[in-house]
């Protein structure tokens, strides 16, 4: 990458020019810039921003930035990657912030924060920011910049407290969390004021033009990808997903006027076109989409589409992917044995998976790779074996399509109906077994490490008494030792590491994200619950669980 990476930029939009007096904004991502310009959530904040003549927007990566003010009123962070937390607090003590909100004064600009980390339990990094915006930005960022401009050059306190009026708008400051013992769990959390709304409810955005990348470049970890988001969020509802749950309804970009108009644009600018969404076959015209791919004058292009329902692989598909220069589809099966994908509401059939594998080879695909996941709440030895099983039936069944099966632990998630769930400690030697029964019959297996999940989950699940943890880590490195050394270090002021990580809640606890609203409330979340634990072998994981089908009226 050049000094200057914004040299190489083609930008799809107009930036406006700033107005004599407009609000001074840094946004930040806390990573390098190669990353960051390729997050298109970062991208249309930016752009957002960057088209209003009332607001002059500088951005800032840790190895890059535009020259910046000496003095901006707001400093804003995308967080898409729970560990980039530390750049996040680097950056904060390089500006000469305080990393707490607390020890801000009049003379620091508001630190707001948004994206899917703080959208999903903001509460691990509540302490450091003044402001979060919880859920879609296409309204909320306006709203947000109009609310502030309101209060412009009123005090902290005032601007914080009408920001916090605002639907979506976050201000933790403003709520105490009170806890049965300072290791215990969380007793209450309400606002500090009776004016203060007692819950903020996740913004979502319901029009049907979605996302598409306002900046191409070469400095980008997609090189020169042009971005459009598909879909957003899935209907299919499995009981862990984050990214179906914590974005519902399912929203597609309308073809005609949204969708192929974002392509040709972008398309004008470069050949490499990545489709995104959670869920991109199941847009209603993907059929359509792919014939308008499929034209000759997109020989040149070059296509990435992000994992695909197994049951929407269809030799078409596969084809067209194949002609726009892409070797590998990849599938989420989650679990060879049904029973387990009953439990997360997978609606697939081993059948269906290998008839997939068989559209992936005759389309002119080279590989398949599938995405599984161990300690499934529910889930017993057995299940595993099916996971072995299955992959040699695809094996025999298709022979000489290359085969992949990444695997990753179960992480509770926030606002889904598994959050009450720990992650199951046998996980890891289930990892092992995949490893040596998959390797040794010639199939590729990619575990996610198990140690991640176990940070993944305890951020997941964090309240805000792991602010002082984290900043501590920060100085340890990024390894569950270091997490357990900081935990060591803290004991008495926080419960422990396995309270968070592995422990199955009770139904009835209140959760660090009590107060902060999903898309569905927690009755629904229970009743889907309630519905997987029908297919449990017992009623919840194990003996000493809190979560049994009896539990739940
Ligand atoms: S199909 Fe995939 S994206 Fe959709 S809910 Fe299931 S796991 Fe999530």
Redesign the pocket.
């Known amino acids: 990458m050049t000094n200057n990476p914004f040299s190489a930029e083609r930008l799809l939009f107009t930036p406006a020019t700033p107005d004599r007096d407009a609000v001074s904004i840094i946004f930040a991502f806390p990573n390098e810039y190669s990353v960051g310009i390729t997050s298109l959530g970062y991208q249309i904040v930016w752009a957002t921003l960057a088209m209003r003549p009332d607001v002059d927007v500088r951005r800032l990566f840790t190895d890059a930035n535009e020259p910046l003010p000496a003095r901006s009123e707001l400093l804003g962070f995308s967080l898409s990657w729970e560990l980039d937390y530390v750049h996040l607090l680097d950056v904060l003590e390089r500006l000469e912030i305080p990393i707490y909100s607390r020890d801000r004064s009049e003379n620091h600009p508001l630190i707001f924060g948004g994206g899917p980390v703080l959208t999903a339990n903001p509460e691990p990094f509540a302490d450091f920011f003044d402001i979060i915006l919880l859920g879609d930005g296409e309204n909320l960022l306006g709203d947000f910049i109009d609310a502030y401009r309101d209060v412009r050059g009123e005090n902290r306190r005032k601007t914080l407290r009408h920001l916090a009026r605002v639907p979506g708008i976050y201000i933790p400051s403003l709520y105490e969390v009170t806890y049965t013992a300072p290791d215990g769990a969380i007793a209450s959390i309400s606002p500090i004021d009776a004016d203060i709304p007692a819950t903020i409810t996740k913004q979502t955005y319901r029009g049907n033009t979605l996302s598409a990348s306002s900046v191409v470049t070469e400095n980008a970890a997609w090189s020169n990808i042009f971005m459009v988001e598909v879909v957003r969020s ?5 009981r ?2 984050l ?2 749950y914590l974005t519902l309804p399912f929203r597609v970009s309308s073809l005609e006027g949204s969708l192929i108009p974002a392509i040709d644009r972008g398309l004008q600018v470069t050949d490499r076109l990545g489709l995104l969404g ?2 991109i076959t199941q847009h209603p015209e993907f059929e359509d989409l792919l014939d308008y791919l499929g034209k000759d004058k997109f020989d040149s292009v070059r296509l990435s589409i992000a ?1 695909v ?1 197994t049951n929407t692989v269809t030799e078409k598909l596969a084809n067209i992917l194949a002609k726009r220069d892409t070797q590998s589809i990849t599938i ?1 099966v ?1 679990s060879g044995s049904e029973r387990v994908r009953k439990i997360i509401n ?1 609606k697939l059939e081993t059948d269906e998976i290998i008839q997939a594998a068989a559209h992936a080879k005759s389309g002119g695909l080279k590989s398949l790779k599938l995405y599984g996941m161990v300690g499934i709440p529910g889930e017993e030895p057995e299940d595993v074996d099916r996971t072995v099983e299955m992959m040699r039936s695809i094996k025999k069944a298709v022979p000489g399509l290359r085969l992949t099966l990444g695997c990753s632990t179960f992480v509770p998630k926030s606002h889904t109906p598994f959050q009450w769930f720990g992650v199951d400690p046998q996980a890891e030697k289930r990892l092992k077994f995949l490893r040596k029964e998959l390797r040794s019959s010639g199939i590729d297996f990619r575990p996610e490490s198990y140690n991640w999940s176990v940070i993944q989950a305890l951020i997941s699940r964090g309240d805000r008494r792991l602010s002082s943890l984290l900043e501590l880590v920060r100085h340890y490195g990024d390894s569950v030792g270091s997490y357990k050394r900081a935990f060591k270090q803290l004991r008495g002021k926080l419960p422990e590491m396995d309270d968070y990580v592995r422990t199955d809640y009770s139904l009835d606890r209140i959760l660090p994200w009590h107060h902060l609203h999903g898309p569905l409330p927690t009755a629904i979340l229970q009743k889907h619950l309630t519905e997987s634990l029908q297919h449990f072998r017992k009623n919840g994981r194990s003996e000493r669980s809190p979560i049994t089908a009896n539990s739940i009226d």
Do not use: G, L, N, V
Not at 234 to 238: V, W, Y
């Open positions: 899935c209907p299919e509802m499995c862990f997903c990214a179906s959670a869920s994992s329902r989420a989650e997978k």
